[in-house]
């Protein structure tokens, strides 16, 4: 078995049971939400617990490796090459009303490429997962993007990060502009799984602004696995740090990135 196997198999492991804790608090938080650092960024017992089941699976396993887990930060070794981006529960706005529209994110960088992948939705028990070279899977089965070459055809998906009250760079001008365009923009509110949807063709493109490592390492690979292309908005390279990403079955993604960056000011509307 390859090393990248052996990756992907113990974060498979981790998200399963990091997914069984998600099922077991749901719709019994009660008091349990708080916010964190802005309005509407809420963090549960749910998050943590989650957490802590990857984290004991990870460092069991590889107690070399460096870790950047959205709820603890950065823990071990930094230096290490290998570094995996954990989100233990995407989606915590809708896990908190019981929207059923979040998953568990494990992916792992090496030499800051995204190389190993797995998103797991525990309600509708899909497991996605993706290694470099080994191809992208659904529930095991092989997944790849969708075929559609046009955005008036193209379904869209996209998020709102929690700053969007505090910049006009909140991605609501690009949100109106593409709606405008295609056949649809859905905003799921879990990145891992927008990531994931682009992967197995249930939508077609994919971009945000604010994002986390941990939002989107997984599912990037499992972009790329699939037979799809992950850029920055401009379609030049994706750069983590920028918090920007542009993911798409590839056939659309010269147009979707020109319109991303010629988007017209709001005040353009009538
Ligand atoms: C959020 C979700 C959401 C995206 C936000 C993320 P969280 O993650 O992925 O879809 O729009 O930018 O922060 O806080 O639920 O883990
Ligand atoms: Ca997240
Ligand atoms: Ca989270």
């Known amino acids: 078995m390859t090393n990248l196997q052996i990756f992907l198999d113990i974060a498979t492991e981790a998200a399963l049971a990091a997914g069984a804790v998600l099922q077991d608090y ?12 802005r309005p509407g960024d809420l963090v549960t017992v749910a998050d943590k617990a989650s957490e802590e089941v990857i984290l004991e699976v990870l ?12 709820e603890s930060g950065k823990l071990g070794n930094q230096d290490n090459e290998y570094l995996w981006a954990i989100d233990p529960l ?29 998103i797991y939705d525990p309600v509708h028990n899909e497991l996605f997962r993706a290694a470099t ?4 899977t659904r529930n095991r089965r092989s997944i790849k993007v969708s075929e559609t070459s046009e955005l008036s055809k ?28 295609t056949q649809g923009v859905r905003r799921s509110g879990s990145a891992a799984l927008d990531l ?13 602004r604010g994002i986390s490592p941990w939002d989107v390492v997984a599912g990037v690979i499992l972009v790329q696995e699939a037979g799809g292309k992950v850029t920055a908005y401009d379609g030049t390279a994706f750069k983590i740090a920028s918090g920007r ?18 988007v017209p000011p709001l005040s353009s509307w009538k």
Do not use: M
Request: proline share 3%; charged share 20%; aromatic share 10%.
């Open 26 to 37: 749901l719709g019994k938080l009660e008091d349990a939400i708080t916010e964190k650092s």
């Open 59 to 70: 460092r069991r396993h590889f107690p070399q490796h460096s870790i950047l887990a959205e």
């Open 133 to 136: 070279g080994l191809g992208a």
């Open 154 to 181: 193209s379904l869209l998906v996209t998020g709102f990060a929690y700053d969007r009250r505090e910049t006009s760079d909140n991605n609501y001008a690009e949100f109106c502009h593409l709606t405008h365009l």
């Open 90 to 118: 995407d989606g915590t706005t809708n896990y908190a009303h019981q929207y059923p529209a979040f998953a568990v994110s494990i992916g792992l960088l090496i030499d800051g490429v995204p190389q190993v992948g797995v």
């Open 196 to 208: 994931a949807y682009v992967a197995c063709g249930r939508v077609d493109g994919y971009w945000e």
């Open 245 to 262: 990403i542009l993911a798409t079955n590839g056939k659309i993604h010269d147009n979707l990135s020109c319109e991303l960056v010629e």
